[in-house]
């Protein structure tokens, strides 16, 4: 019997030999036969599980390109000093591509057989077909720190900013990467964990001031306690993922599923396609389809993965990262629906008929490849009559029954009166450097209200299915304002000169015709402000209790399995719902939904503040160097320590302390939430319109505080108050008064 090669050897044939690399190949290079090949069978199945191997089933075709993430594996440098590779997971017929990958300054060294996790762009190249930016080094996974850095002779150290961590850092001198005293830096642990002494660590970025814009949302990753580094557990489980096959799922490949998402979009667990329905019983209806990432198939109730998901609750956005409730692997590779890849889905074939009502819904766990990943400005850009080379062959028989479909539900929402607040959304952008280039709203598209009102309905059905079939699930809920906050809301409303009815149940259709009254008047924003400040806030729970501000009897979030668990949870309930596998909603789960929703709603909330309070804090850094500048802007909010104004430029929130509002006192009205001048009996109240000058802006606290000029026009007299920042002079004499009577009652001790 021939010697069992070893898995290096293995390896290193399959590496030299592309072309024969099946069982029967591998065995008679070696001389295997007979009893013999079981072993092999064993050390094939080994080296699998290790992730060295992919097992590729030619039963699936798969375009002649790799996705944009991917897991290559490095290969030796060539004489010219370049670092090749070779992807791990190809499906293509042809010869398997050849990618180049660019290091940065910043990226650890590679050396031949690591395996990485890539993104991936094609070039028109002699030598290779593909170039590759590194996201991360599969198999490795060293603990982070984030803290302050103090210079010293040997190197320095890093004071960690978390409060819960006393332990400093040790860097030495070739490992601080030019980080100067008092810089905030990211690190990482270098050298093994388990050393005497502080550990050690080498520099990865600079941050620079640790107020820099830079630094805003690392620190309030870390003052709000998101988790944004994965425990190496749930690594090496997400690094483990194999691509799902066919087996078990209903085959979507061929039906032209697109996604639609931002320009800088990181992950598309949603796609859609639609098409006018030929069922002569749906005269001008239409069909729609949404099918959402099967993110269930990988992410296991009980697994470290599942856990880790759970803690973290969803992803979090800041301006310029994001911290992911799953893996790359999982997040922006295997579970993304990336064009041309195949990948598994939970998908929704929704009838509705030429009102945009919906008359039926199936559910189907299918493989779907997308046909295209576009933005909402190139699907936008079509319809309005300028398509590119991606979206011309797609524009007549997939975009425009998208919108056709649209159309209708348009008609749809219109008579069920969801609540229509115009809050326009502000974008900051930021340099490569992390500084704030400018500040500016969000425009609103067609193309944005279609893929809305298609998650909405997808997400309906969803809610519907599972009631049906009397499943355990997660609702999203959102109850109706309580009735104080509405007669607050009605007095503002009438300050305006406008009606919110009163004495009957309140509808989303009556505060739909107050926001309606209000649009293109001054007082439109106000309105709005009021309006939304009058909501209850949307929670997750396992009972129904119906959606307000969308109109709907029950609603449960679907259609975001990627960034948020409650949509994890209620594709286990479908899973399980439909007999589709065993990795359907588990015992424990349903008895412990009521502490998951509370959980997931809380860290919900948690983001939400940590991403305000970023935001806050880029604007505060963008305007500090406009220190002394003049702004026009409304009265957003007001208390009894001051007026909150709302500028218009950039929609940054700052307050107007009560000294400098002027020479006289004035009295705060708490029920009507107005001020009143002592002596001229001026009146200060919610939505009017301001001038204000920028005193102050506080990068570090997001802080911003203005001098009021004028209201309304009107020029505001100037107090004579104390120097801002300052302490009132005391009187020299009660200070030594003071200091003698502290003396002698010293002296009287000692005695």
Known sequence: MSQLPSKAEILQWISDNPTLTSKRDIAKAFGIKGAARIDLKRVLRELEAEGHLEKRKKTYRDPERLPPVTVLQINALTPDGELLARPLEWHGEGVEPVVLVLPRAADPALGEGDRILARVHDVRAEAHHYEARLIRRI????????????????????????????????????????????????????????????????????????????????????????????????????????????????????????????????????????????????????????????VAHYVRPGSALDNEAKKRGNSSYFPDRVVPMLPDRLSADLCSLHEGVPRPCIAVRMQIDAAGEKIGHRFVRGLMRSAASLTYAQVQAAMDGAPDDKTDPLLEDVIRPLYAAHAALAKARHRRQPLDLDLPERKVELSDEGKVTSVRFTERLDAHRLIEECMVLANVAAAEALTTRKSPLLFRVHEEPPAEKLDTLREVAETAGLVLAKGQVLRTAHLNALLHAARDTDHAEVINMSTLRAMTQAYYAPQNFGHFGLSLRAYAHFTSPIRRYADLIVHRALISAHG????????????????????????????????????????????????????????????????????????????????????????????????????????????????????EAAPVSGGLAFDLLDIEGSQVPKGEGTARGKPPRRKIGAARRKSAKLKRKAERKRG
């Open 139 to 294: 198999g490795a996974n060293p603990r982070k720190v984030l803290g302050i850095f103090r210079k010293s002779e040997e190197g320095g150290r890093i004071v960690p900013i978390d409060k819960g961590v006393g332990k400093e850092w040790l860097v030495a001198r070739d490992a601080t990467g030019g980080a100067q005293d008092g810089e905030l830096v990211e690190a990482e642990q270098a050298g093994p964990p388990g050393r005497m002494g502080l550990p050690r660590a080498r520099v990865l970025d600079r941050l620079g001031d640790p107020s820099a814009p830079k630094a805003v949302s690392l620190i309030a990753i870390h003052q709000h306690g998101i988790p944004d580094e994965f425990p190496d557990e749930v690594i090496a489980e997400a690094d483990a993922m194999k691509p799902a096959g066919l087996k078990g799922r209903t085959d979507l490949r061929d039906l032209p599923l697109i996604t639609i998402d931002p320009s800088d979009a990181r992950d598309h667990d949603d796609a859609v396609h639609a098409h006018a329905d030929d069922d002569p019983k749906n005269p001008d209806g239409h069909v729609i389809w949404v099918a959402i990432a099967d």
């Open 580 to 695: 589709w596998g065993k990795d359907g909603l588990s015992g424990p789960e349903i008895e412990g939904l009521d502490a998951t929703a509370q959980h997931i709603s809380d860290t919900e909330r948690r983001s939400m503040v940590a991403e305000r309070d970023t935001n806050d804090r880029y604007l505060a850094a963008f305007l500090s160097e406009r220190l002394g500048e003049e702004f026009t802007g409304k009265i957003s909010g007001i208390a009894r320590f001051g007026v909150f104004v709302k500028l218009d430029e950039t929609g940054a929130d700052g307050l107007v302390p009560m000294r400098a509002l002027g020479r006289e006192y004035f009295h705060f009205d708490p029920e009507r939430g107005t001020l009143m001048g002592a002596d001229t009996g001026r009146i200060i109240a919610l939505g009017q319109r301001v001038t204000v000058r920028l005193a």
